[in-house]
């Protein structure tokens, strides 16, 4: 009697052991199973990104070096007599100099106006922050105070006493209003002004910052003498 | 299954409806033996959907590995031949602007050269090789951080590759290049994932900046800046380096080129 007593528990106790480690391992699978999934889709859909931006660079550089085989193919000829290539080489120039920000350019855009305000100033960081959104939403054309912003354009804080901010090797008073211009795409404009108000929110600066577009924003050429107009 | 009974005191006895009468079930006996048997019924379903789970897990888990290897083959692929394309177009590139100074001079228009390949070279066309600095930005590796995992402090962020290039600007470089990619006039940097996208192309970290400057002072400029040592004290990689013979490469997308000037009035 007191065997099959034994019995009896040992499989009561054995059955519910069993039954409690299931229960575990099937709430820990619950909350792992869905982190995990959630992670391996996350980078699955991340490679999936990598391969097709990857695969639209390789496209675009078959169709860049397709076109510049025909270009040299024309060069050849106009060193046996052909004139079309040298109206590919103005086009080039006229290209390269757009391109560089020689040229006065004008189109739809942005206005920015960045006033301190009495007894303030504007500081370097301010100015890049905009530039900076102002290419990562599609500008095609950026000044600050009709300083042309050009691939190695620094913008810096200088002075203590009397704040100023250098463009292109030019100081300007810091504590005086700055106008940013720009030219977008038409396409691009909406988005840009979305996003520089919003940066103008995050900003929260002492200054007042006035963002509106134009239908016909001038932007003048990077001025000759200066210091960004000087190759090395 | 015949289960043992436990001796019970004052053990009732009731009288199985269907027997003739001869045999009884004791009342304790009949509530262990639904007891037992919804013990093991709930055993058995767990135990089946346990093992259902597992065989399901393993088999997502395998169609997942198997597409994840499939695409980073084909990343493989992706990069040699992107890598090869970029070589040719360098090349291609070269031979043009060495042909353009040919026909230019031929036909009597050196100015015309001059003017050209100066344009080039501040709109960042050409490659441009010299002293520099270089700039090497890295996540915090998983042993430094202290949770075990690398938090949002311990990443680079597109802002920080950014800062860097705003920086060296300011010192007067006259070339910069991230990861290879030539800074222009329309270069942005924003995190895409755990990329950032610069120009056209993604990279993953590290991020190495390359800058054609003057060395020695760049480089004072570099150790001594308050938010670089801050975010070096956050445990991320920032390692800095004077470098001789530093070479830059040209800007070679041609139809964000066409597509920019076709925007600002420049046809072909």
Known sequence: M?????TVSFFAILAFLVLGILIAVQLKNVNTKNAQSEYAEKDLTELQEQVMALMRENDSLSEQNRQLSSLISSMGEELSGDNDALQVIMTEKAKAEAFAGLTDVHGPGLMITVDPGQDASVNAKTLLLLVNELRASGALAISINDERIVA????????TDKPQIVMNGNSYEATSPFTVKSIYRESDINRGLQLIQSLIEQLGTA????????DDIQIKALSEDSLANQPT | MNLPAFPMKNR???????SSGAKTLPAGNRIRTVLFFVLFLFVGILLSVTIREAVLRGQQSSTLSGQYAQYQKQLASLSSENKNLKAENEALQEKRDELTDTVLNEQGFSALAVSLNKARALAGLTSLTGNGVTVTLNDASVTDASAGSVSQQGLIH????????????????????????RVVGTTFMICTGPTIRVNNSRHPVPFVITAICEPDSTYAVLTADAYLTYRA????????????????????????????????????
Do not use: H, W
């Open chain 2, 233 to 268: 004290s956050g445990s991320v990689q920032i390692r800095f380096d004077r470098t001789q013979e530093l070479t830059i490469p040209a800007y070679s997308d041609t139809a964000a080129i066409d597509s920019v000037c076709s925007e600002l009035g420049v046809t072909s």
């Open chain 1, 207 to 214: 200054s007042d910052i006035v963002v509106s577009n134009g």
């Open chain 2, 158 to 181: 597109s802002q920080d590759v950014q800062y860097v290039v705003d920086l060296l600007k300011s010192c007067g470089a006259s070339a910069i290049a991230v990861n290879g990619e």
């Open chain 1, 152 to 159: 190695m354009s620094e913008i810096r804080d200088t002075g």
């Open chain 1, 2 to 6: 007191r065997i099959k007593r034994l």
């Open chain 2, 12 to 18: 009732k006895t009731v009288k199985n409806p269907n």
